[in-house]
């Protein structure tokens, strides 16, 4: 018994040394196995898409004098945010020039209460139809791609840079993929996610914070990039339909925000100089119940008459926020319909709406030297309207813009019925500032906003990527 015992011991001490052995090994290779061969780090995303089949719209049926009118389509699974650790072949000279000096960063005028103001849950969009069967986590290969300095909890780009030479192998970089997807339509959940996750990898750079509440109880954010003491104001998505503006200032947030951290010029424009002048304020989804009503198939408060969710135009209480605002509303309301859902219901008051009330708010808060108000049928600006007549720099940034990006631009609004109640109407008249309504999309393209999902044809033709995406700093550089 005795003998049968100790053969037994001998035997699990075999087996325990074996393991050791398996279980060191095991490490050991963990430890020497190269960063770039590490799992990806998926950060979490959610799908909020609904598909459907739509018809595109008639671009005939859309009013020159009325802000564009485009269709829009189903949905695709939204791609994930990717970030990889990994060797970088990004000289280390690169990194080194890429961060912000700190001086910069305190001259910030973003109070900190703003700041701070980042987290959302989905508790605070009650019809933001996303689920918890929506979250996956997948691993994308890296494409294009930022590299970032490493860090577990995000890197700040304030950080002070080390003056010790550090070769480039004892510098392992964050390689991130491109947050904003524009060919998937921006639920307002998604758009939560990718404000988010600008905020997170453009610390202090980007700052996001809440400047109104909806009907349907949908957060509006305002998204704030750079440290200047001039201010500018972008407001997009102000018609549902029109969301691919939402998707256009998204992808220039990010593309302007990486260029700025690389210290790389974009296109001819010196960033690093722009955002010193001036901070934008980006409005990038005026309309999140609206938005969810054409893009994700929600309900409005109030039934529209021939109600289409791929042409909703209209707020969740069926107003025309574009007609909403104290400009010469009495002639807009009296002039149009007195039914809320209809296409021009101005609403029941002028700046009756939450929406209207929020960038109203932000306007009088902030002091913008311009504003821009993205939209979609014309491709072309409204830039002057009789009542309000000439205003300093109007000319000059209307010159710029078109110039650049490749718009045309209206003979001067003239017929009050359609311009009253209009956002940058009633910014001219509130503060003698020029303002813009930009319309992306050429008329004989607009049809092909209802089918671009996922043709990334349509962002270099129909929104002409390559050359409106130089809107945004052409106005800071003539405003
Ligand atoms: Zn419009």
Same mark, same amino acid.
């Given at each position: ?49 609904? &598909? ?61 209460? $703003? ?19 929506? *979250?996956?986590?997948?691993? *994308? ?38 947050? /904003? ?19 997170? $990898?453009?610390? #202090? ?8 509440? @909806?009907?349907?109880? $949908? ?22 339909? !029109? ?26 424009? #010196? ?83 939450? !929406? @209207? ?58 017929? /009050? ?30 049809? $092909?906003?209802?089918?671009?999902? &996922? ?25």
């Amino acid at each position: 018994m005795k003998k049968v015992t100790g053969v037994l011991a001998v035997c699990w001490l075999a087996v325990m040394l074996s393991g050791c052995q398996t279980t060191s090994s095991s490490k050991k290779s963990a430890d020497s196995q190269p960063l770039s061969s590490l799992p990806f780090v998926s950060e979490v995303s959610e799908d909020t898409a609904a &598909g459907s089949s739509r018809q595109p719209l008639d671009a005939s049926e859309t009013s020159m004098s009325e802000s564009g009118d485009t269709a829009d389509t189903g949905m695709k699974e939204s791609s994930v945010p990717v970030s990889r650790v990994l060797e970088s072949s990004v000289p280390v000279s690169r990194v080194q020039e890429s961060s912000v000096p700190v001086s910069r960063v305190q001259e910030s005028s973003v109070p900190v209460s $703003r700041v701070q103001d980042v987290s959302v849950t989905e508790s605070s969009v009650p019809n933001a139809q996303v689920s918890q069967t929506d *979250v996956s986590q997948v691993s *994308v290969p890296v494409q294009e791609s930022y590299v970032h300095e490493i860090s577990v909890n995000e890197p700040s780009v304030t950080e002070p840079q080390s003056s010790v030479a550090v070769s480039q192998a004892e510098l392992p970089q964050v390689v991130g993929q491109p947050i /904003v997807d524009v060919y998937t339509p921006y639920t307002a959940a998604r758009l939560q996610r990718d404000i988010d996750a600008l905020c997170r $990898r453009y610390p #202090d750079l980007v700052t996001q914070y809440t400047i109104g509440i @909806t009907a349907q109880g $949908r957060k509006i954010s305002c998204v704030t990039l750079g440290f200047g003491s001039k201010k500018g104001c972008i407001v997009a998505g102000i018609h549902a339909r !029109e969301h691919i503006t939402v998707s256009f200032t998204m992808r220039c947030l990010e593309e302007f925000a990486e260029a700025y951290r690389r210290n790389e010029p974009y296109g001819e424009y #010196d960033l690093r100089q722009l955002l010193q002048v001036y901070t934008l304020y980006f409005v990038p989804m005026c309309n999140p119940d609206g938005t969810e009503i054409s893009v994700n198939g929600a309900q409005p408060l109030v039934a529209a008459a021939d109600f289409s969710p791929d042409e909703y135009k209209l707020n969740g209480n069926g107003v025309n926020l574009n007609r909403n605002f104290p400009y010469n509303w009495e002639e807009q309301y009296t002039h149009q319909t007195f039914v809320a859902g209809e296409e021009k219901y101005a609403g029941d008051h002028a700046a009756s709406e939450k !929406e @209207t009330q929020a960038i109203m708010s932000l306007c009088e808060e902030e002091h913008f030297a311009w504003l821009l108000d993205m939209h979609v049928v014309g491709n072309g600006i409204y830039w002057r309207d009789e009542m309000n007549g000439p205003i300093e720099g109007d000319s000059r940034m209307r010159g710029a813009i078109t110039e650049r990006c490749g718009y045309r631009y209206f003979g001067e609004s003239t017929d /009050v019925t359609v311009y009253s109640g209009g956002l940058e109407n009633w910014f001219r008249y509130a503060y003698g500032k020029p303002a813009f309504c930009i319309e992306m999309v050429p008329y004989e393209q607009s049809g $092909r906003v209802s089918t671009y999902i &996922g043709m990334s044809s349509f962002f270099e033709e129909a929104v002409n990527w390559p050359q409106t995406k130089y809107t945004y700093l052409a106005a800071m550089d003539s405003g």
